[in-house]
């Protein structure tokens, strides 16, 4: 008789070790490898004996297409990052920091989904039924139809919203006070975690109810437990921003059922979370015009362009390795853009401090932002401001050149609205409009933007030498 495999899971990570050991090899967490069967519990299946399987039908690529049903909550930055409302037999997963604002986000949702006359049921693992009452009268949705629940078995959940009509949309608050009668762990631990998401989705399907998961993150900024919850679910949003920061990003990172790339903006006030509905202003609110070291990106995030303030100091350096600190961009790729200008610029940034900063707390993924950072590094270097009305996008090669970027027409689009009549730009740029009111200024290369810039400064010298 063979004898049965064992394996040992991290608690913490779910990295899985042939062995036990009293230090994690994933995480480096000590005394969180628990023994584990892999005969049983979640990925094997029920414990029951086996069966022969029954055919499926299939069937072929062409037919007819449905729709997926959605619900609206009438919140447009919601139904925006969730690709135009929730999906009816879904899971979603929301992450964010503690008090960053993920509960009263989905309580304001839950309260304008009721005013529609769905039904929804609101399940809080951490908080008793009368902090969430305090909590929906701070934000005036004491009034709507929510049923609450304050509880963190998973098998008296499942029980309760079985019972009557099937609610429209569950929310669980969190994923991580969950705990089954099917497993012996602790919860929050990842065998809780994966069985209880497992058993709320399983219930989503069946029913055709959305249920929306609320899932603490870790410091590094990552869903806190297994990564395997994230690939169960259908679409993962993260609730980011800065408490310093009056304003909040809800980022979608995976959707089934829409656009990956899309963000929801939010204000928080003592009121709650309110929607912005033009974000570019938000970021440009309280910029400096007159100010060297500064300018404006006109990116994009998914659909939606965003015009955003970046902000470079290049000071001279006391120390024998300059610092280089960023926020708001990686830092990688700050180190290239340095490199690209001293080597075919003649750009000498080896003797000083770099500091790059994207206003207000914004955080830019995109390489068009390339020729925005390098602007604004050439910038401070000379202790020239650029051009108030003047925006700049564009990706950098190793070589030197500005390589064109995509919906080049709608960053253009957006930075008109917004009073901006210049831009700097790739040359060749495919969508570049023809009847444009603004004066678009395209670049081959690098050189031509630093010659533009050193340019100005010689003839701001000459002026004040007269």
């Known amino acids: 008789m063979a004898r049965p495999k064992v394996q040992f899971v991290c608690q913490n990570c779910g990295t899985v070790h042939s ?31 086996r069966t022969r399987g029954k055919p499926v039908a299939l069937t072929s690529l062409s037919g007819d297409i449905e ?7 009438g919140i447009a930055e919601l139904d925006r990052a969730t690709g135009g409302g929730f999906v009816r037999g879904s899971a979603l997963l929301v ?40 909590r929906a009268q701070r934000l005036g949705t004491a009034d709507t139809d929510v049923m609450l629940a304050a509880e963190t078995n998973v098998e008296d959940i499942l029980a309760t919203v079985a019972q009557g009509n099937r609610p429209d949309l569950i929310i669980i608050d969190s994923i991580q006070t969950l705990w089954s009668d099917m497993a012996e762990s602790a919860p929050g631990t990842v065998t809780q975690v994966r069985t209880g998401a497992q058993a709320m989705i399983r219930f989503a399907k069946k029913t055709g109810a959305a249920v929306v998961l ?16 994230e690939h169960m679910v259908d679409a993962v949003l993260y609730f980011e921003g800065d408490r310093g920061h009056h304003y909040r990003i809800l980022r979608t990172v995976k959707n089934r059922f829409g656009p990956t790339d899309e963000i929801g903006v939010f204000e928080m006030s003592d009121r709650g979370l309110g929607e ?10 309280e910029r400096n015009e007159k100010a060297p070291g500064a300018s404006v990106f006109a990116g994009m995030e998914g659909t939606r362009p965003v015009l955003v303030e970046v902000q470079a100091l290049v000071a001279p350096s006391p120390l024998g390795t300059p610092r280089r600190a960023v926020v708001g961009w990686d830092t990688a790729r700050l180190s290239m853009v340095l490199a690209v200008l001293e ?26 932002a390339d020729l925005a950072v390098a602007s604004a590094l050439v910038s401070s270097l000379a202790g ?51 009847s444009a009111n603004g004066s678009w200024n395209t670049v081959d290369a690098l050189a031509d933007l630093v010659a533009g810039i050193a340019g100005s400064k010689a003839q701001l010298a000459q002026g004040e030498d007269e």
């Not at 969180?32 to 299946?45: H, L, M, Q």
């Not at 590094?220 to 297994?226: D, L």
């Not at 750009?347 to 790059?356: A, N």
């Open 19 to 49: 062995r036990w050991a009293g230090k994690c090899d994933g995480c480096g967490e000590w005394n969180t490898i628990v023994e584990d069967d892999p005969a049983g519990g979640i990925g094997s299946g029920p414990g029951r004996p």
């Open 276 to 285: 912005v509905a033009n974000p570019s202003e938000l970021f440009l609110g």
């Open 343 to 368: 080597a075919h610029c003649g750009v000498r940034l080896g003797q000083h401090d770099v500091y790059l900063n994207v206003a207000g707390g914004y955080r830019i993924s995109e390489p068009a």
């Open 214 to 229: 609320v899932g603490h993150v870790t410091k590094e900024g990552q869903i806190a437990g297994p990564r395997v919850v």
């Open 95 to 134: 992450g964010g920091d503690p008090g960053i604002g993920k509960s009263t986000l989905l309580m304001q949702a839950a309260a304008a989904l009721a005013r529609r006359s769905h039904s929804v049921v609101y399940v809080s693992g951490e908080e008793a039924v009368a902090q969430i009452r305090l």
């Open 67 to 73: 729709d997926a049903p959605r619900i609206k909550t």
């Open 384 to 434: 020239l401001a650029l051009p108030a009305d003047c925006v700049y996008f564009g990706e950098i090669s190793l070589s030197g050149a500005v390589r064109p970027v995509a919906h080049t027409a709608q960053r253009l689009k957006e930075a008109e609205k917004l009073g901006f009549g210049r831009a700097v730009l790739p040359k060749g740029s495919a969508d570049l409009p023809k």
